[in-house]
Each structure stands twice: as C-alpha cells, then as structure tokens.
C-alpha cells in the first residue's frame, strides 16, 4: 500500500509560481514511476509531468508545460514536487500525483486568475 498526499495549491495571479508537493508513504520501490496529472472542469485527466527512477532518473513533460514545470524528488523525504513557473489561466485545475499508476493523491486545486 502506498499513501500520496499532495499539498502546495491555492489561487495564483497569470505570470505567478506555485511549488506543489506530493509526499509519499508505505511500500515505496526503488524503482518508479511519479507522474503529475491534472483535470479542469469539463475535462479528461491529463499527464503533465512524469518521472521515473529507472535509467538513472529521467522526466517529461505535456507540450503545453515545457519549459514552464519541473518535476523533481526527494529521496530523503519520499517526496516530488512540481515547481509551476509563468503560470496561465488554463493552468486551472485539480492536480494530482499517482504513483506507478497505481496510487493516487487525494488531488490539489490550481487556480490561476487572469
């Protein structure tokens, strides 16, 4: 069993940062996977941003966040994080962390005001 819990989110003007957390508990492997989704109203979930450990750790992104999000860990502290820079209207929405597809956080809202 593996419990996520994602923190981090709030109400950010356009242009604006936000750092959201997602902390890990339970049965972690050595090697896997971390992704950030996220769902705005009226939309399918999409992946954002996606990590793995396997291959000496390697992450990639949707196209609508390059160069904008990073994703990033903490072995120490089981936690990854999604550092969200020049943040958009459309970045509004719900954000969640899965682990291996398998887990899921309980979700964060983003809201970015323009």
């Known amino acids: 069993q593996v419990q996520l819990v994602e923190s981090g989110g709030g109400l950010v003007q356009a242009g604006g940062s936000l750092r959201l957390s997602c902390a890990a508990s339970?049965?972690?492997?050595?090697?896997?996977?971390m992704e950030w989704y996220r769902q705005a109203p009226g939309k399918q979930r999409e992946l954002v941003a996606f990590?793995?450990?396997?291959?000496?750790?390697?992450?990639n992104y949707a196209d609508s966040v390059k160069g904008r999000f990073t994703i990033s860990g903490e072995n120490a502290k089981r936690t990854v994080y999604l550092q969200m820079n020049s943040l958009k209207p459309e970045d509004t929405a719900v954000y969640y962390c899965?682990?291996?597809?398998?887990?899921w956080g309980q979700g964060t809202q983003v809201t970015v005001s323009s």
């Open positions: 899965a682990y291996n597809r398998l887990y």
């Open positions: 339970g049965s972690i492997s050595s090697i896997y996977v």
């Open positions: 990590f793995t450990s396997m291959s000496g750790g390697s992450t």
